[in-house]
């Protein structure tokens, strides 16, 4: 609500402002823009000085006619004054240049004079209107266009968010929490999980190579056809082999899906997992207080028509954490290029081991982002589940140590 408040005060300053200065009779007098631009008297202080300055040249020099001079104040006028005022200011210019020229002329050549002097001017200032009147139509389609792809992008942003888990899985004994934060509208990274059965979920982090739109829309892809295998008998190295088949069909060499899929047991108390050239998700055993790496057995999805992968697996007790991540929390330097690090993540991740998933999850956010300070660089996405089958409970973020 406070956001929508600021918004809309935002919005109302410059009409408020319009109002105010439009009131201004002074104003009436200059172009639209440049009256809601800058100061009022800078502009007309510009024309009438610029004729001034000509007029007592010309009254000065009586030898030669100084009329092509006039161009300059006409030409400023073009580009400050409203179209009346600015075809209104050859006029001027004409009878200022008929005053102050010599007297000693014939009145059929002075009248001639003028004439071919207004035509110029006019000319003059046709163009140069001619010019500003296109470059204020080019604008505005620029900013039309710029406003039409803002929506489309907020509308493929609210389409991918469709794609990530709105409600957690009801698995007895583990915990899950998981974000995306992409660094534009729309990103490449994807996180999902679904229930296999009463007792097992499995869990799914994505990286598409590359931002923005191109990356969304293969994300969108990988999405699609995860959510497609949920309707399909549970097996990971298929599921991995079909989605490679169908990524490589549709996409290019340079682009390609870091995949990492993984299953969690509560009952048999076991992860299987398979690691397609994704980064290495932390596996915090309780009991130890150490960290171990789930690494990448296998090349991206997308890169060969065939994908060959080992399925790994661990052996889960309780307290355990398991914290998948994208490169954006790894990746996300501070104003010095150092990156935060792996280091950094796991040092984090001990710090955090007794709180909940959503907590720990947040510290880890928290942590990256003020490390970057400056915000992120590429998408991030966090995923953590905690492993709680006999039931023990997890502290809350105040209780986080220094």
């Known amino acids: 609500m406070n956001e929508l408040v600021h918004s809309a005060i935002r919005e109302s300053k410059p009409a408020v ?5 439009e009131g201004v009779p002074l104003l009436s007098v200059l172009r639209k823009d440049v009256a809601l631009s800058g100061p009022a008297w800078l502009p007309l202080a510009l024309v ?34 409203r179209k009346g005022l600015s075809y209104g200011l050859i006029v001027v210019c004409v009878l200022f240049h008929d005053y102050y020229s010599p007297r000693y002329i014939n009145p059929g050549l002075r009248i001639f004079h003028n004439l071919s002097a207004i035509l110029c001017f006019a000319l003059v200032v046709y163009v140069i ?3 500003i009147e296109q470059r204020e139509a080019l604008a505005r389609t620029v900013r039309q266009q710029r406003d039409d792809l803002l929506k489309d992008v907020e509308l493929a942003a609210q389409v991918q968010r469709l794609f990530l888990p709105s409600a957690k899985p009801a698995i007895p004994g583990l915990e899950i929490a998981g974000m995306m934060h992409p660094a534009r509208g729309v990103g490449g990274d994807y996180y999902d999980y679904f229930p296999v059965d009463a007792h097992t979920t499995q869990v799914i982090v994505a990286d598409v190579a590359g931002k923005g739109v191109p990356a969304a829309l293969l994300m969108s892809a990988t999405a699609a056809t995860m959510r497609l295998e ?20 549709v996409s ?14 509560a009952q048999d108390r076991t992860l299987r997992y398979v690691n397609c050239g994704h980064n290495p998700a932390l596996l915090f055993r309780a009991k130890t207080g150490t960290l171990s790496l789930l690494n990448s057995s296998c090349p991206p ?19 355990d954490l398991l914290v998948f991540y994208t490169d954006g929390v790894t990746e996300a330097e501070n104003q010095r290029g150092e990156e935060f690090g792996m280091e950094r993540l796991s040092a984090t991740v001990r710090r ?3 709180l909940s998933a959503s907590d720990l999850m947040t510290n880890i956010y928290n942590a990256a982002a003020d490390f970057c300070s400056d ?6 996405t966090l995923l953590v589940v905690k492993c709680n089958f006999d039931g023990s409970s997890t502290v809350s973020s105040q209780n986080i140590p220094e």
């Open 230 to 249: 949920a309707n399909h008998d549970r097996n990971i190295l298929q599921q991995v082999e079909r989605l490679n088949s169908g990524i490589h069909s």
């Open 252 to 265: 290019d060499s340079d682009r390609f899906v870091t995949l990492l899929v993984a299953e969690i047991d």
């Open 352 to 354: 955090g081991s007794s």
């Open 129 to 131: 209107r001619r010019y």
């Open 17 to 21: 402002l319009r109002g105010l200065r």
């Open 301 to 319: 999805i997308g890169l060969s028509p065939e994908e060959i992968c080992e399925l790994a697996s661990e052996d889960l007790v309780a307290g």
């Open 48 to 81: 009438w000085g610029a004729v001034s300055a000509v007029a007592y040249a010309d009254h000065v020099v009586v030898s030669i006619s100084l009329v092509y001079l006039y161009i300059l104040p006409l030409a400023v006028g073009a580009i400050f004054l």
């Open 375 to 380: 915000g992120f660089g590429d998408d991030v």
